[in-house]
C-alpha cells in the first residue's frame, strides 16, 4: 500500500519521530511510504513532499495574529500538496498534527471528501475540534462541547496565540463544516482521555481508536550497567557524585508543560538535588542561568539527536513530567525505557502510561506532593530500572505501528467495500 502521512514537521519532536518511526516500520513490511511536512527540511532518505516555504509560513502566522484564522491561510501551497497527492495516487492518507500554520484545512478536507481516500487521523491535542486551543482543560473551559467557542479569554495567550483578533466562533463554525463528513475517516487517540472527549465533540460521527504512541526501544534503553538499570557514569564525574538528578524534557516549554513547578521544586528541594531542563529557548535558558547562578536548575536547549536525549533519561534519578494538560506524552515511555521512573501530574492521559510498579502520579498542581514523590523516588528508590523497562515493553513501535498497518488495511478494505456499494 501507499501510505502519505501530513505533519507538521518529521524527524524532531514527539510526533515527528512518531512520523518516521511509522514511516520506516511501513518501509520494512514492504510498503510504500510518504511524508509531507509543512516546517523543517525532510530527511533525503525519506520519500515526501515539502509543503511551502518560509514566506508562506510567516504570512500564515500574520493571517492568524491579525484575523486570528490558524488552519486557514497557506491556500496556493495546499493546492500544490493537493496536486503531488494526485501524482502519488496514496491508498490511505494518514493525518498528524494539520495545525502549524502551513494547511489551509478547508481545502485539504474538500479534498479528500471528493477524492474518497481512506483517511485515518491521530490527532495528539483538542485543537481540531476547538476554536483556537490546543489544549483547553487546563484552563477550564468546555464551551467546543458546549454548542461552539466564543467570547475566548486566552486566544492572545496561548497556542496558537491570535493576537489581536478572537475569531474563535467563526474558526469552530468552519472546522467543524470541513472535518465532518468525510465517507471513510478513522480517528485515532493515543489516550484514553481523549477518545472520550472526542466523543463528546462535532467529530463524534466518526470511529475512534485507541493506540498508545510507541517508541523506539533499541535506542531508548538501559545500558545495564546497575541495578536501576541506567548509566551512572555522568554522576561519577566530580562533585555531581552526590547529587540527585531530576529531569525535564519539553518541545516547548510553555505554562501548559510546568515549567513553573520545576522552579518552584528548585526552590523547596535540598541542595543535593539538580534538575535539568531539556528544551528551553535560548531567551530561556539566559533567564535560568541568571536567576539559578548556583546550578540548581541546568537549562539545555532543544536536542535532536536522540541518542544524545537517551544518555539525559539514563543520567536522571527521576523524571517529572510536570504538565498541566496533555495527551500521551512519548516522554514519560521514553524515560521508562531507560529505566529511570516517573512522576506525574494526574492531568489528561500523562498517568496512563504509568503503573504503581514505575511511577508516582501526583495530585495536578500540587507541588508539596510533587515533591514528597520525587524525593521518595531518588531517596528510598521504590523502583527498579528493570521494573519500569518491563512497564515500557507495551509501547514497543513495531508492536503499535503493526497495529496503524492493520487499521490502514482495515480502511483500504472498507473503501472497497464502499466501491462495490455504490456500482450497485
Given at each position: 500500500m501507499k501510505?502519505?502521512?501530513?505533519?507538521?514537521?518529521s524527524g524532531v519532536g514527539s510526533v515527528g519521530r512518531i512520523c518516521v518511526d511509522l514511516y520506516d516500520t511501513l518501509q520494512k513490511m514492504g510498503h510504500e511510504p510518504y511524508i509531507a511536512i509543512g516546517r523543517g527540511t525532510l530527511d533525503k532518505r525519506l520519500k515526501g513532499y515539502k509543503i511551502g516555504n518560509v514566506w508562506d509560513f510567516g504570512c500564515h502566522v500574520m493571517k492568524n495574529f491579525f484575523q486570528g484564522k490558524s488552519g486557514f491561510g497557506s491556500a496556493k501551497v495546499t493546492k500544490e500538496l493537493i496536486k503531488w497527492l494526485d501524482e502519488v495516487k496514496p491508498h490511505v492518507i494518514h493525518l498528524h498534527n494539520i495545525h502549524g500554520f502551513y494547511l489551509q484545512t478547508e481545502l485539504l478536507f474538500a479534498y479528500l471528501k471528493e477524492a474518497d481516500i481512506?483517511?485515518?487521523w491521530t490527532l495528539h491535542d483538542c485543537w481540531p475540534f476547538t476554536g483556537h486551543c490546543a489544549y483547553f482543560d487546563y484552563i477550564g473551559c468546555e464551551k467546543w462541547c458546549?454548542?461552539?467557542?466564543?467570547?475566548?479569554?486566552?486566544?492572545?495567550?496561548?497556542?496558537?496565540?491570535?493576537?489581536?483578533?478572537?475569531?474563535?466562533?467563526?474558526?469552530?463554525?468552519?472546522?467543524?463544516?470541513?472535518y465532518t463528513g468525510v465517507k471513510n475517516l478513522t480517528i485515532v487517540t493515543p489516550s484514553r482521555w481523549l477518545a472520550d472527549i472526542v466523543k463528546k465533540s462535532f467529530l463524534k460521527e466518526y470511529p475512534v481508536r485507541v493506540i498508545p504512541n510507541g517508541i523506539n526501544l533499541e535506542m531508548f534503553c538501559p545500558d545495564g550497567t546497575s541495578e536501576a538499570g541506567k548509566n551512572t557514569e555522568w554522576k561519577q564525574q566530580g562533585k555531581l557524585q552526590q547529587y540527585y538528578i531530576v529531569l525535564g524534557v519539553a518541545n516547548r516549554w510553555e505554562e501548559r508543560k510546568g515549567l513553573v513547578y520545576f522552579e518552584k521544586l528548585a526552590e523547596v528541594l535540598p541542595e543535593n538535588y539538580i534538575i535539568k531542563l531539556v528544551g528551553v529557548d535560548n531567551r530561556q535558558a539566559k533567564q535560568l542561568q541568571k536567576k539559578y547562578k548556583n546550578g540548581k536548575i541546568v537549562p539545555i536547549t532543544r536536542t535532536a539527536n536522540v541518542g544524545e536525549l537517551a544518555q539525559l533519561y539514563r543520567e536522571a534519578d527521576v523524571y517529572v513530567n510536570a504538565t498541566m494538560e496533555d495527551n500521551f506524552?512519548?516522554?514519560?515511555?521514553?524515560?521508562?525505557?531507560?529505566?529511570?521512573p516517573v512522576v506525574t501530574f494526574a492531568t489528561g492521559g500523562s498517568a496512563e502510561s504509568l503503573s504503581d510498579m514505575c511511577g508516582y502520579v501526583a495530585e495536578k498542581g500540587n507541588l508539596t506532593a510533587l515533591e514528597e514523590k520525587v524525593r521518595e523516588v531518588c531517596e528510598q528508590k521504590p523502583f527498579t530500572g528493570q521494573a519500569c523497562r518491563a512497564r515500557a515493553l507495551a509501547f514497543d513501535r513495531n508492536a503499535r505501528y503493526k497495529d496503524y498497518i492493520a487499521l490502514y488495511q482495515e480502511v483500504a478494505k472498507k473503501q472497497a467495500i464502499f466501491a462495490i456499494s455504490d456500482e450497485m
Open positions: 501510505i502519505v502521512q501530513i505533519n507538521t514537521v481512506p483517511v485515518v458546549q454548542g461552539g467557542c466564543y467570547d475566548c479569554k486566552v486566544h492572545a495567550k496561548v497556542y496558537p496565540y491570535a493576537l489581536f483578533k478572537d475569531n474563535t466562533q467563526w474558526n469552530y463554525r468552519a472546522k467543524r463544516e470541513a506524552p512519548t516522554t514519560n515511555l521514553e524515560a521508562l525505557a531507560c529505566g529511570t
